[in-house]
């Protein structure tokens, strides 16, 4: 008769053992803003795309021109865009582009140190594309949403 | 004295995060660089690898990857390669990107095989300071560059599934120890010379590599390259090679294992093969095994011996202070004489008086890159 409990225990636990591989709640404001290019034709990305693209596993944009990813130094930032958009860690990241780099095959995305200066290549850039904190003022650039499909 | 160790590490850690590449001109120059340095000590007279008996500090390498982009579409790239022996240029290529599915090389090129061919040097792209003797060291399989033109590419799946090829012509040098050679019969010349690593050019090739990726995190290779193998003055042989590679990640986990051979046609055979498992405890405390083991036969030694065999077990524990910083300590266990030996043998000296047959090596060092 003392059945129940445990059982009770058993997918509270199963619960919570979910609920911590799933990660944050889906309906979190995202701490990121992905920016493009004004002439870029790009209202909305599939995640699954937009991540592709910062891997460079894409490098043209449907027109055929080139696609030049850029990205901010600021680690919350990067961590939350790896996180949403490649579904790995930034040091997941990292180690995927060591193994790039020092094979020769690719090199990671232009780097730079801060929203404004995102901005500024961005929107001086054709083809450009990167991600800023949700704050930043974006005047200027494209906003680009994420899609919710993978 | 452990405050002081303590203040270092603690002092590298934070360093680290600055240490970027350097992007000059919005990526039209990009440099890159990768360092190393361990300590190795071998058992029972035997050298293996860098160790010594008496324990080898001299160990220290670094390499510079500098990428000029004068147009979307061109890269110039070059490696260069500083040691204590010498300094060298390990590739210099220039790729033609004409799209994703299709980019053309030319120069100097990583030789692409297997799961490591392309990263023989980047120490902070695998679990163990070095990668497996029994394939990428000098067993003659795999090589660290070849000299000629080739083509790669990818096709992704929407489903996330990726194809990517490398085709490849031209020539390579392999690295070889022929500790066996006074075994031989009849007996080749020069057996009262140091044993050393032989290079020995393979000229005509054709090589590929097809590798497909899932969207889980399994990657399956199946790489080889055959062509025109110089023996002396008088005799050309064929060689071939092939080899299958799969690499996994499970989350934490991560397995990677190759079988290669290598075929000297009428001459010798060689089989390398690899397993290597590492388990992250957190995003710092890294524990890794590794087994392996390589085998040679040849054609006019008749019957097995320890110079013909390499077997090793490896167990590590590696500290991850970034993706870009680790420092790395093993232990392994080597039984059989073909790569490990006493460092100023003769091939005839390695017969009449056999070193002993079980090594154990232990390597303590810190590799990083930027």
């Known amino acids: ?150 | 004295m452990r405050r002081l160790a303590l203040l270092a590490a603690v002092s590298i850690a934070t360093a680290v995060p600055a240490a970027r590449a350097a992007d000059l001109n919005d990526g039209l120059l990009s440099i890159h660089g990768d360092g190393a340095w361990s300590y190795q000590r071998s058992s029972h007279g035997n050298g293996y690898l860098e160790a010594t008996p008496i324990g080898n500090y001299d160990t220290a390498s670094f390499n510079l990857l500098v990428a000029v982009r004068p147009s979307p579409g061109i890269t110039f790239n070059a490696y260069l390669e500083f040691d204590p022996d010498h300094v060298g240029l390990e590739w210099m290529f220039v790729e033609w990107r004409v799209s994703d599915r299709l980019r053309l090389r030319a120069g100097r090129i990583k030789q692409p095989i297997g799961n490591s061919g392309e990263l023989q040097y980047a120490g902070t792209t695998r679990p163990f300071y070095e990668l497996a003797t029994s394939i990428y060291g000098p067993a003659n399989i795999v090589a660290t560059s070849f000299l000629g033109a080739g083509a790669t590419g990818a096709f992704t799946a929407a489903s996330g599934w990726t194809l990517a090829y490398d085709a490849y012509a031209g020539a390579l040098k392999l690295s070889e120890l022929e500790t066996y050679r006074a075994l031989e019969v009849p007996a080749p010349p020069r057996l009262a010379d140091p044993v050393t690593v032989d290079r020995q050019q393979v000229r005509e090739i054709l090589g590929g590599r097809l590798s497909l990726t899932s969207p889980f995190d399994l990657t399956l290779r199946l790489s080889g390259y055959g062509g025109r193998l110089r023996k002396d003055e008088v005799r050309q042989v064929t060689f071939l090679v092939g080899g299958l590679s799969a690499q996994y990640q499970l989350g934490r986990l991560k397995l990677d294992a190759e079988l290669f051979v290598s075929d000297e046609v009428g001459i010798e055979r060689a089989l390398g093969t690899a397993l290597t498992a590492a388990w992250s405890f957190d995003d710092h405390w890294q524990l890794a095994a590794r087994l392996e083991g390589h085998q040679t036969w040849v054609a006019n030694i008749t019957g097995g011996s320890p110079l013909l065999r390499h077997r090793e077990g490896a167990l590590g524990l590696n500290y991850w202070f970034t993706p870009a910083l680790v420092v790395k300590g093993s232990l392994h266990r080597i039984s059989g004489n073909h790569f490990a030996f006493p460092g100023d043998a003769t091939a005839q000296g390695l017969v009449t008086t056999p070193p002993a047959g079980q090594t154990t090596l232990f390597i303590l060092g810190v590799q990083f890159a930027f």
Do not use: C
């Not at chain 1, 609920?19 to 790009?42: K, N, W």
């Not at chain 1, 961590?79 to 930034?90: C, D, L, N, P, T």
């Open chain 1, 1 to 150: 008769m003392t059945r129940p409990l445990p059982r009770l225990a058993a997918l509270a636990a199963l619960a919570a053992l979910a609920a911590l591989a799933t990660g944050p709640a889906r309906g979190a404001e995202p701490t990121f803003l992905v920016v493009a290019h004004p002439a870029v034709a790009v209202a909305e990305l599939p995640r699954a795309q937009l991540s592709r693209l910062f891997l460079k596993k894409d490098t043209q944009w449907p027109d055929g021109s080139t696609v030049r990813p850029v990205e901010p130094l600021d680690p919350g930032v990067r961590e939350a865009f790896a996180r949403q958009v490649h579904q790995r860690s930034a040091a997941a990241i990292t180690a995927y582009w060591n193994a790039l780099i020092f094979a020769g095959r690719e090199l990671p995305p232009l780097e730079k140190a801060s929203d404004a200066d995102v901005l500024a290549y961005v929107r001086a850039t054709p083809g450009a594309i990167g991600y800023v904190s949700a704050g930043a003022d974006t005047a200027g650039a494209r906003i680009v949403a994420v899609g919710r499909t993978p």
